[in-house]
């Protein structure tokens, strides 16, 4: 059994920051990608950020020069800085891991519960 479990959501004022923490754990052989994708009510599911266990990193247009997606992977970890925050990046945020559970099983994706961003005044 693998498990993601975020942390780290909640209210915050326009122009303010939050940082998303998301620990897997459980059989995991390897990761390779690490993300953040997010949902607004009435939206699709979009990528916010991801990074590779070489630590090349993929952002949305939208997030550009305001979040930073970082890893500890001795830790199985995710991070998600999110700065100058606005109302519309309000959403549910949701980590992924593209992981083995063990070394002859393919890559499967993994995802967490969810935890809900509000930027608002």
């Known amino acids: 059994q693998v498990q993601l479990v975020e942390s780290g959501g909640g209210l915050v004022q326009p122009g303010g920051s939050l940082r998303l923490s998301c620990v897997a754990s459980?059989?995991?052989?390897?990761?390779?990608?690490m993300g953040w994708y997010r949902q607004a009510p009435g939206k699709q599911r979009e990528l916010v950020a991801a990074?590779?266990?070489?630590?090349?990193?993929n952002y949305a247009d939208s997030v550009k020069g305001r979040f930073t997606i970082s890893r500890d992977s001795a830790k199985n970890t995710v991070y998600l800085q999110m700065n100058s925050l606005k109302p519309e990046d309000t959403a549910v945020y949701y980590c992924n891991a593209d992981l083995r559970t063990t070394s002859y099983r393919p890559v499967q994706r993994y995802w967490g519960q969810g935890t809900q961003v509000t930027v608002s005044s």
């Open positions: 459980g059989s995991i052989f390897s990761i390779n990608v």
């Open positions: 990074i590779t266990s070489g630590s090349s990193t």
